[in-house]
């Protein structure tokens, strides 16, 4: 394709990405299938230069108030990420000469909020939080994420699976927390890839599978994953139960759900139950109340843990949203908390990084609920022999950093109810 079109692709693609009317993955995703003819070099220009934008959005919007065209054209050139001889070529003269100019401005010099490109009320409190470890978070969120996997441990070893994925052509290196999980850099065709095929592994950042770990579950247990979603944190937590027991994958949504079912199919689990509820007040729910031995609360969150992913959400999310979501949260734990028998486990978890949605829930939970009793992240961790445990413990809570951990951001408290 000639330099000019892909631009124009690319200036067309954000234009509707910026309605932020949709996630941008689906955005990106639909306008694909759209533009069928393109090539894999041609999409990878385009869908990474679209998050290179939605990352540093307030920055390229400053320095793109000056010049001429089209806005998102100008943006595109910004963010370009498709090799700096395609995009001199598909320029003019008159393109290039402000882009040489814009890209010479002293980015330091400029006010905190275009340096930080995220919206004030989240960098407010992540700064109150976070001090000096701020601008370290915010290097990390202006960068992809790494591709990580986790292990199918009923169908094979770690080692096994890097192997496989090395005849494959794909490095795959071990990850520092959890015992299962490899990491990837690019975005290689895994769906091409025999070990995949057959199940040995699964797409999952590694901080998600330190929350299946969290929980821990044994051989022949009854689990519950509350919000189980499209179902990776259910596999995980199948695995460990060596396919006993009986675990069953609750949710809203009947298509997250279904989902499931390809990936469930592949895994070689035949311990799993999904189940579609109306809220977490089914009927189903009270009939297993007192009967559970470990539950899983990955509750509806702002997402905001997961920016170098996602990093529209820094847009599509609002104050309100936040509140909205908090109450959402405090009432799906209470219901989950009613599962749990006396000496059972219940973890409670977001992927935020926001102490609103994370230790200010667990804590009013904690009040309410004497009868559960702090599990330190640490203590539970190293039962399972994950690494470093104590490096994931902040206050007995587990507490990962795209800055110091190179997962995902993610929170998640243990509590053991008494007998």
Same mark, same amino acid.
């Given at each position: 394709?000639?330099?000019?079109?892909?631009?124009?692709?690319?200036?067309?693609?954000?234009?509707?990405?910026?309605?932020?009317?949709?996630?941008?993955?689906?955005?990106?995703?639909?306008?694909?299938?759209?533009?069928?003819?393109?090539?894999?070099?041609?999409?990878?220009?385009?869908?990474?230069?679209?998050?290179?934008?939605?990352?540093?959005?307030?920055?390229?919007?400053?320095?793109?108030?000056?010049?001429?065209? /089209?806005?998102? %054209?100008?943006?595109?050139?910004?963010?370009?990420?498709? =090799?700096? !001889?395609?995009?001199?070529? *598909? $320029? #003019? +003269?008159?393109?290039?000469?402000?882009?040489?100019?814009?890209?010479?401005?002293?980015?330091?010099?400029?006010?905190?909020?275009?340096?930080?490109?995220?919206?004030?009320?989240?960098?407010?409190?992540?700064?109150?939080?976070?001090?000096?470890?701020?601008?370290?978070?915010?290097?990390?969120?202006?960068?992809?994420?790494?591709?990580?996997?986790?292990?199918?441990?009923?169908?094979?070893?770690?080692?096994?699976?890097?192997?496989?994925?090395?005849?494959?052509?794909?490095?795959?290196?071990?990850?520092?927390?959890?015992?299962?999980?490899?990491?990837?850099?690019?975005?290689?065709?895994?769906?091409?890839?025999?070990?995949?095929?057959?199940?040995?592994?699964?797409?999952?950042?590694?901080?998600?599978?330190?929350?299946?770990?969290?929980? /821990?579950?044994? %051989?022949?247990?009854?689990?519950?994953?509350?919000?189980? =979603?499209? !179902?990776?944190?259910?596999? *995980? $937590? #199948? +695995?460990?139960?060596?396919?006993?027991?009986?675990?069953?994958?609750?949710?809203?949504?009947?298509?997250?759900?279904?989902?499931?079912?390809?990936?469930?199919?592949?895994?070689?689990?035949?311990?799993?139950?999904?189940?579609?509820?109306?809220?977490?007040?089914?009927?189903?729910?009270?009939?297993?109340?007192?009967?559970?031995?470990?539950?899983?609360?990955?509750?509806?969150?702002?997402?905001?843990?997961?920016?170098?992913?996602?990093?529209?959400?820094?847009?599509?999310?609002?104050?309100?949203?936040?509140?909205?979501?908090?109450?959402?949260?405090?009432?799906?734990?209470?219901?989950?908390?009613?599962?749990?028998?006396?000496?059972?486990?219940?973890?409670?978890?977001?992927?935020?990084?926001?102490?609103?949605?994370?230790?200010?829930? /667990?804590?009013?939970?904690?009040?309410?609920?004497?009868?559960?009793?702090?599990?330190?992240?640490?203590?539970?961790?190293?039962?399972?022999?994950?690494?470093?445990?104590?490096?994931?413990?902040?206050?007995?809570?587990?507490?990962?950093?795209?800055?110091?951990?190179?997962?995902?951001?993610?929170?998640?408290?243990?509590?053991?109810?008494?007998?």
């Amino acid at each position: 394709m000639h330099p000019n079109a892909l631009l124009d692709l690319a200036t067309e693609l954000l234009r509707q990405v910026l309605k932020f009317d949709q996630p941008a993955d689906a955005v990106v995703s639909a306008f694909f299938r759209k533009h069928r003819a393109l090539g894999q070099r041609e999409r990878h220009a385009l869908a990474e230069t679209t998050y290179a934008v939605l990352r540093r959005r307030l920055l390229y919007a400053h320095l793109a108030q000056s010049g001429s065209g /089209a806005l998102e %054209r100008r943006l595109a050139a910004l963010g370009w990420q498709g =090799g700096e !001889g395609v995009l001199r070529s *598909a $320029l #003019g +003269a008159n393109e290039r000469a402000w882009l040489a100019e814009v890209q010479s401005v002293d980015v330091a010099g400029l006010p905190e909020k275009l340096r930080h490109n995220l919206p004030d009320w989240l960098a407010a409190p992540l700064k109150a939080e976070l001090g000096d470890d701020f601008w370290p978070l915010v290097a990390a969120l202006e960068q992809p994420a790494p591709l990580d996997l986790r292990t199918n441990i009923l169908k094979t070893r770690r080692e096994d699976a890097a192997a496989a994925l090395t005849a494959a052509g794909i490095e795959a290196l071990p990850t520092p927390y959890s015992p299962w999980g490899l990491r990837v850099q690019g975005k290689p065709a895994l769906q091409t890839v025999d070990a995949f095929e057959r199940g040995d592994i699964e797409v999952q950042d590694e901080g998600s599978q330190l929350l299946a770990l969290l929980l /821990a579950p044994r %051989r022949g247990e009854m689990v519950v994953d509350f919000c189980a =979603g499209a !179902g990776g944190k259910t596999l *995980a $937590l #199948g +695995a460990m139960m060596r396919n006993t027991g009986r675990l069953y994958a609750f949710d809203v949504a009947g298509h997250r759900l279904e989902a499931l079912k390809p990936r469930l199919a592949r895994s070689g689990l035949s311990n799993v139950y999904p189940a579609q509820i109306a809220h977490e007040r089914d009927d189903r729910i009270k009939r297993l109340a007192g009967k559970i031995d470990r539950v899983l609360v990955d509750a509806p969150c702002s997402g905001l843990g997961t920016l170098r992913r996602n990093p529209d959400l820094k847009w599509r999310q609002s104050p309100q949203a936040l509140v909205e979501l908090g109450a959402k949260q405090r009432a799906i734990l209470a219901s989950a908390a009613r599962l749990v028998k006396p000496g059972g486990r219940l973890v409670y978890a977001t992927c935020s990084v926001l102490r609103s949605e994370n230790e200010a829930v /667990a804590e009013e939970f904690a009040q309410a609920h004497p009868d559960f009793e702090l599990l330190p992240a640490s203590q539970a961790l190293d039962a399972v022999q994950v690494p470093q445990a104590e490096s994931l413990d902040q206050g007995g809570f587990l507490r990962l950093w795209p800055h110091r951990h190179q997962t995902d951001g993610f929170f998640a408290v243990a509590w053991q109810r008494r007998d």
